[in-house]
């Protein structure tokens, strides 16, 4: 199956990118990122294998965090998941990009970063947020989800490792193509 890994330098740290097809929830990076919805009390897509994946107690949590507004993160544990932290982020719902799509998608890949930053977490993987049931076009959701992500990286005290986990063939390709344009370290 077909991966991308790298490790490059970036802002005088050395750190490891990963994008590979695979189920998240399988991850073993210190945080898993969710994409979920503003009420953050579960759903279908990655969402709704994360609450499996954890078991009831994630739900119970996420009811004492009054929901997420679109383009923001909060953390929870990751109970029964190999990660040991879930941040759930709420991307925004394609309605043809007039809607302040764009800038709301790298909010949530900047301010999930931001979060495993303060809570000094090592590595984080994410899904492709948005690109399922929130129809955001995919290749620019994999543009923005790249250049937002890396560039915290570089600003970030912490974080040491990204790995993105893609569902489908599709997906992997997008980022791999992408990512691959990123050049030699
Ligand atoms: N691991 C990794 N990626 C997954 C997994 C998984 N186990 N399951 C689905 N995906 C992929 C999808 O194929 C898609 O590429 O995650 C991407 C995001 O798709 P969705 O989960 O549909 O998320 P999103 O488009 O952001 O829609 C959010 O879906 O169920 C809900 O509660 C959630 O209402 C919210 C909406």
């Given amino acids: 199956m077909a991966e991308y890994t790298s490790n490059r330098v970036i802002g005088n740290r050395e750190v490891f990118i990963r994008a590979h097809q695979g189920d998240i929830t399988h991850t073993d990076t210190h945080a898993i990122v969710n994409a979920a919805n503003e009420s953050l009390l579960g759903g279908g897509g990655v969402d709704g294998a994360i609450h499996r994946a954890a078991g009831p107690e994630l739900l119970e949590y996420c009811r004492g965090l009054n929901g997420c507004p679109t383009g ?12 040991k932290w879930v941040i759930h982020t709420v991307g925004p719902i394609w309605k043809g990009g007039n809607n302040r799509e764009h800038e709301l998608l790298a909010s949530c890949y900047e301010n999930s970063m931001k979060l495993a930053d303060t ?67």
Avoid at 72 to 83: D, E, S
């Fill in 72 to 83: 923001q993160a909060k953390i929870t544990p990751g109970f029964k998941l190999k990660a």
């Fill in 119 to 185: 809570q000094s977490l090592e590595s984080i993987a994410f899904p492709a947020i948005s690109c399922g049931i929130y129809k955001f076009p995919k290749t620019e959701a994999v543009d923005i989800a790249i250049n937002v992500s890396l560039n915290m990286l570089g600003n970030s005290d912490s974080i040491r490792r990204i790995d993105y986990v893609l569902f489908d063939e599709e997906m992997t390709d997008l980022y791999i193509e992408k990512l691959s344009l990123l050049g030699d370290p």
